[in-house]
């Protein structure tokens, strides 16, 4: 063979591997869905790894966690994908209850493992599609970035709920459930409160539920802060005779979060929301 | 037995309960124009805390800039009754908003303290997608929700007042900017014609980038009284200074006229000192601008003698 030919299967030789290399290079980076400035995903850092196995104890929870993953790690950016069991474009109230979870688990990140500095939450229905998008820059007045380590409560759940029962003023709708667990998708030491209360309908819920729902809300902080219950989520819903939760609320008294769903009918106007418009109609 | 005596200190509203007093409902002044991808201004919060009926926890206001509804992200400052500071947030409805069940997140933030301004933004950002409205607090970005509207949309920069019209409101939304094109470069609001409000409320040009929101200056407006040791405390927030603050010891539907003049503030509170103490001497006030007179208000004490 000549030299020519030689230095022809080198040249060659050299093309084939370059273009491997970048192949490989390709697909790694389509993996971790990253930017320059991210590492494939069998490259993350050990910072990296532990956030994405935090999440992952998560799902062990019940939380529908479809995909976790770095987008950078400096400033860190995560994104977190939720599976619904909508087959529409419409999320489920089930939907609110887990993005809370995932969301307020991003932000507590810190406290067990590395900071994460924002975060994007999708929700994807069974077809696919994403039905649901935010993403949260998690700057210094996050009420969650400034978090202290718990103790062991003062009382327990049953005391706690004793209290609860005794003070909460649910304004002439029964309480049909109450509910306490410590830890979970919570912090050890930190609890999970769910009270449903039962209206006959709509007509009925509409006459008390402004008062109903920032009363309650006020009642379990001013428990929580005078007692030290450590409840770091109160729930309440309101349930229909047809067992349908007109109303619910969910309130964290860690991240300042509050989250609620209101069915069609009810005259919810507890909250700030915009005018009434006047001007030309938003088209 | 030594006898103890004790003087009662009531606080009587002459007039009744005002007018225009809904339960749950909502009361809006400010701002609000359409086509825009973005809206921002500087909301200050009142130099003392507003008077809010008592006696819940669902009386209050908002100071906020906002898309219009039904899918929308909004961001700015609320005060509830029971509060000791405003508190910034923003919020969203951007699920299911005009169908069932509506889904909303309210992410409350540090607080605002009083006599303070802060920029609050509300962005469409067509590079975190379609549908992507942002909320930024003091040049900060704080969230977007990328499944809101398309732009452009109609925005609103407003005060919102829950649960009682008797509330009081005092903002000023200073420096304010809109963004009529999505590339383009922030403008000056209209404010001679995007101005609304609702009665008794008042949303007033003050220049250009500024306009404030107070209480009209209607016949009978609210005047609130309160107690602070041996002192009475008058609140008002209509904005017609100066104010003349009247008093009669004996007869509550009095004329005000020069003998009765107490002070003439120009600010929207007065501090009577020493009001309070003496069972023989009652005091009742009126407040009246160059157009108006407030409602009625007083206090009156007497002496229990309790039995053996």
């Known amino acids: 063979m000549s030299a020519r030919s030689n230095l022809l299967m080198i040249l060659a030789l050299a093309v084939i591997t370059a273009l491997f290399i970048a192949v490989l290079f390709s697909r790694g980076a389509l993996q971790s869905g990253a930017t320059a400035s991210n590492p494939p995903v069998g490259?993350?850092?050990?910072?990296?790894?532990?956030?994405?196995?935090?999440?992952?104890?998560?799902?062990?929870?019940?939380?529908p966690i479809k995909e976790v993953s770095i987008l950078s790690e400096s400033p860190m950016e995560v994104q977190i994908t939720l599976q619904s069991t909508s087959q529409s474009e419409v999320a489920t109230v089930d939907d609110m209850w887990n993005k809370h979870i995932a969301a307020r688990w991003a932000e507590l990140a810190y406290l067990t493992g590395p900071r994460v500095d924002s975060y994007q939450l999708h929700l994807v229905n069974t077809n696919g599609n994403v039905i649901g998008s935010e993403k949260v820059f998690l700057n210094s007045d996050y009420p969650s970035q400034h978090l202290a380590t718990v103790e062991a409560a003062a009382m327990d759940e049953k005391a706690i709920l004793a209290i609860l029962q005794e003070q909460l003023d649910f304004l002439g709708m029964t309480p049909i459930l109450w509910k306490?667990?410590?830890?979970?998708?919570?912090?050890?030491?930190?609890?999970?409160?769910?009270?449903?209360?039962?209206?006959?309908?709509?007509?009925?819920?509409?006459?008390?539920?402004?008062?109903?729902?920032?009363?309650?809300?006020?009642?379990?902080?001013?428990?929580?802060?005078?007692?030290?219950?450590?409840?770091?989520?109160?729930?309440?819903?309101?349930?229909?005779?047809?067992?349908?939760?007109?109303?619910?609320?969910?309130?964290?008294?860690?991240t300042g979060t509050e989250v609620w769903s209101v069915e069609r009918g009810v005259d919810a106007n507890w909250y700030p929301k915009p005018a009434p418009t006047r001007s030309q109609p938003t088209p | 037995m030594r006898r103890r005596i004790i003087a009662i200190f009531f606080i009587v509203v002459l007039c009744g309960v005002a007018t225009g007093s809904i339960a749950?409902?909502?009361?809006?002044?400010?701002?609000?124009?359409?086509?825009?991808?973005?809206?921002?201004?500087?909301?200050?919060?009142?130099?003392?805390?507003?008077?809010?009926?008592?006696?819940?926890?669902?009386?209050?206001?908002?100071?906020?800039?906002?898309?219009?509804?039904?899918?929308?992200?909004?961001?700015?400052?609320?005060?509830?009754?029971?509060?000791?500071?405003?508190?910034?947030?923003?919020?969203?409805?951007?699920q299911n908003c005009d169908t069932n069940p509506a889904q909303y997140r309210l992410q409350k933030l540090s607080s605002q303290d009083w006599n303070t301004g802060v920029k609050y933004s509300v962005e469409y950002d067509g590079t975190q997608g379609p549908l992507a409205w942002c909320a930024w607090i003091a040049g900060v970005r704080e969230m977007c929700k990328t499944d809101v509207r398309s732009a452009p949309s109609t925005m609103q920069i407003q005060t919102e007042v829950q649960h009682s019209s008797n509330?009081?409101?005092?903002?000023?939304?200073?420096?304010?900017?809109?963004?009529?094109?999505?590339?383009?470069?922030?403008?000056?609001?209209n404010l001679d014609s995007h101005l609304t409000a609702d009665s008794p409320y008042a949303a007033v040009r003050i220049s250009s980038e500024q306009f404030n929101t107070r209480c009209q200056a209607l016949s009978g407006f609210h005047l609130a009284i309160r107690r602070s040791g041996s002192d009475v405390w008058l609140d008002w927030c209509v904005s017609e200074p100066p104010y003349e603050v009247h008093t009669n010891t004996y007869d509550p539907y009095f004329s005000?006229?020069?003998?009765?003049?107490?002070?003439?503030?120009?600010?929207?509170?007065?501090?009577?000192?020493?009001?309070?103490?003496?069972?023989?001497?009652?005091?009742?006030?009126?407040?009246?601008?160059?157009?108006?007179?407030?409602?009625?208000?007083?206090?009156?004490?007497?002496?229990?003698?309790p039995g053996n």
Request: proline letters at 6%; aromatic letters at 12%; a negative charge.
């Open chain 2, 24 to 94: 749950f409902a909502n009361w809006y002044a400010g701002y609000e124009d359409y086509n825009l991808y973005g809206a921002w201004a500087t909301i200050w919060t009142p130099s003392w805390p507003p008077y809010t009926d008592p006696p819940d926890v669902t009386s209050g206001q908002s100071n906020w800039v906002s898309t219009a509804g039904p899918y929308w992200v909004q961001t700015g400052w609320l005060y509830d009754h029971g509060d000791t500071v405003p508190t910034r947030y923003w919020e969203y409805c951007a």
């Open chain 1, 43 to 63: 490259k993350l850092s050990p910072t990296g790894q532990e956030l994405i196995s935090s999440f992952t104890a998560l799902k062990n929870l019940g939380i």
């Open chain 2, 167 to 189: 509330n009081h409101i005092d903002t000023a939304f200073a420096g304010m900017r809109i963004l009529p094109t999505e590339s383009g470069v922030w403008t000056y609001p």
């Open chain 2, 256 to 305: 005000p006229w020069w003998g009765t003049l107490i002070s003439t503030p120009t600010v929207n509170r007065y501090q009577h000192v020493g009001a309070l103490g003496d069972p023989s001497i009652h005091h009742f006030y009126v407040i009246r601008t160059n157009s108006t007179v407030s409602k009625r208000v007083g206090e009156f004490e007497y002496t229990l003698v």
């Open chain 1, 180 to 254: 306490a667990a410590t830890g979970g998708v919570v912090r050890d030491n930190t609890k999970v409160i769910e009270v449903d209360v039962s209206t006959p309908d709509i007509e009925t819920a509409n006459r008390t539920i402004n008062l109903l729902v920032p009363d309650v809300s006020r009642a379990v902080q001013r428990i929580n802060a005078k007692t030290g219950a450590q409840i770091a989520i109160f729930r309440l819903r309101v349930i229909d005779a047809n067992n349908t939760a007109l109303v619910d609320y969910i309130l964290d008294l860690e």
